[in-house]
């Protein structure tokens, strides 16, 4: 495989990196909502954690069913088997990242896992 | 564990997720350089690809000898053999978040992997 990929993403509601970037340990999503508006539908997974990035903006996410509020800078990890909705603040739209991987597929990562040269 | 962990990242130079949230199939970082600094030394991996996002602000990475700019809205995917260094541009600093996971560790994603409640 090419020894790295680029790409630039726009203002796109939803930009998927996976095919784009010829991902293998990850999807990663960059993700907008405007104001006042949600993900329609709540989800889990199988076998997935994700994690998910506030960049800008303020809304919430509702967590089995437990509501915690979001602002930029706030960062999670969902267990796979959560139920998860994300919405934008009714004042706010927002901005988010989410990650997508392997629950317990890391295993040595930076120290252990980096060739200084 | 538990259905999902929560952070709130400052304003640091560095700052790790793994031990904070709890992750299992990835480290995240996000790290700022200020105007005209960089990391100091080039680095590969021996298992984990890793995927860079630029948050703000411009700077270079410099990938098995190959400059590439960057600016606000590119994302790369980096082999783990990959030779890389980044650095912020002379006259702006530079936040990146920076993704590691064991390269070809995911399987199924987004539709094959969620669950709709």
């Not at 967590?63 to 990890?77: F, K, M, P, Q, Y």
């Amino acid at each position: 495989m090419a020894n790295y990929t680029k790409t630039t993403i726009g203002n796109e509601g939803r930009t998927e990196l996976h095919d784009k970037l010829a991902l293998t340990g990850a999807e990663v999503s960059i993700n907008q909502l405007p104001a006042g508006a949600g993900v329609p539908f709540v989800h889990s997974h199988k076998n997935n954690e994700e994690i998910y990035g506030i960049i800008a903006g303020e809304g919430k996410a509702v967590i089995d069913g437990e509501e915690t509020l979001l602002t930029a800078g706030d960062w999670l990890r969902v267990a796979p088997a959560a139920k998860r909705q994300f919405s934008a603040s009714a004042n706010s739209g927002i901005t988010y990242i989410c990650i997508q991987v392997k629950e317990n597929s890391l295993d040595g990562f930076t120290a252990d896992d980096a060739v200084m040269d």
